[in-house]
């Protein structure tokens, strides 16, 4: 509602309750969130977590029963209320499941006071945010033609994986052959980060780091595991190619160990997990005091990637944006259920998403920029519900014992 007084135009802030929350499960493997207010405003936000989609969806109970009803626009009220209000906190799936709520109720306030959430975060400090794709999958092969394919399709960066299953301690060849593919992808021309996936343990992952250090990758993700911080600041003094980690990271005191430790180059808080455009803006003004670079994990869907690219938008240390288009998991979930099931699929205003001389530009629409088409997510979430939700593999090595995936 709008009250014109002397000529100055309010918006009544006190109107919209929340009045609906919805969570659909749509392929390849996302978990969107549409939350409705009394003045008939829907917002969308994303709470994927990858493989624990029932998790989730038991999650969104609680929330529901204590925010039906409750003021949209009293986002920070929220967030603290779903974070504090029970004895337990944090964690993934609490987080992801914040996440998604928040972000809609983001998209909820920018289109109620028609703007973009990045002119609510203080306006925007640059005017395109750089990108990056993958290449090869969990099993990297076939690296340097899927370069060159990125390259054409307008990247000028690029992420893959280091190595397949590895040992405690294995070959060193099986490291060879990942310094084989990273020189492949260089000389293309692209800048590459080297994703080690928490997959090797700190004897080889040491290793691979120093062979690697003369190709001078963009970085290296999740060199060990994020349980490590004195072994990963070991191996950040070790070594000049800069660190990044943070996807497993959940909110701004998680990486406190990180930054206290001087452990990591990169911050990469994803969205969906991290507590939402709320914590992620906030995580974003936590690193750049430690003069770390921001580049939010998302390979994920369209809504996490709008309001990751709203923080971008406005965050000073923010390098370079991950994004799902055209992605090994996309690809492969929408064969396998025969349908499609990509970053574009659920979009009304794909175009938003469009990649040029490595950038996208900075998105314009009100609330997070992204339309979704309704018809579409619900159509396909009564079809994937049928259907197992995505798993992430199981690996085991040649002795039956398990392995990092």
Known sequence: MHVALSNVLFVDMTSNTITDIETFRVPPRWVFVRVKTSDNIVGWGESTLE????AIEGAFNDLRERFIGAIADDIQDIWQTAYMGRFYRGGP????????????????KGKKLGVPVWQLL???????IKVYGWIGGDHPSAVASAAVERKAQGFTAVKMNGTDAISWIDSPELLEATVERVKQVRSTGLDVGVDF????HKGMAKQLAKLLEPLHPMFIEEPLLPTQPEEIADLSNAISTPIALGERLFTRWDFRPYLERRAIDIAQPDVSHCGGISELHRIASYTETY???????????PIALAACMQVAISAPNFVIQEMSWKMHYNIAAGEALGIEADLHTYMVNPEVFAVKDG???????SGIGVEIDEDHVRKASEIYVKHAPWRNPLWRGEDGSLQEW
């Open 197 to 200: 996936h928490g997959r090797l």
């Open 291 to 301: 003069d770390v670079a921001l580049a939010p994990h998302c390979p994920l869907g």
């Open 93 to 108: 799936v609490l987080m992801s499941a914040l996440s998604g709520l928040d972000i809609a109720l983001w998209d909820i």
């Open 359 to 365: 950038y996208i530009a900075a998105l314009q629409g």
């Open 122 to 128: 203080g306006g925007k400090v640059r005017d395109r």
């Open 51 to 54: 493989g624990h989609t029932e």
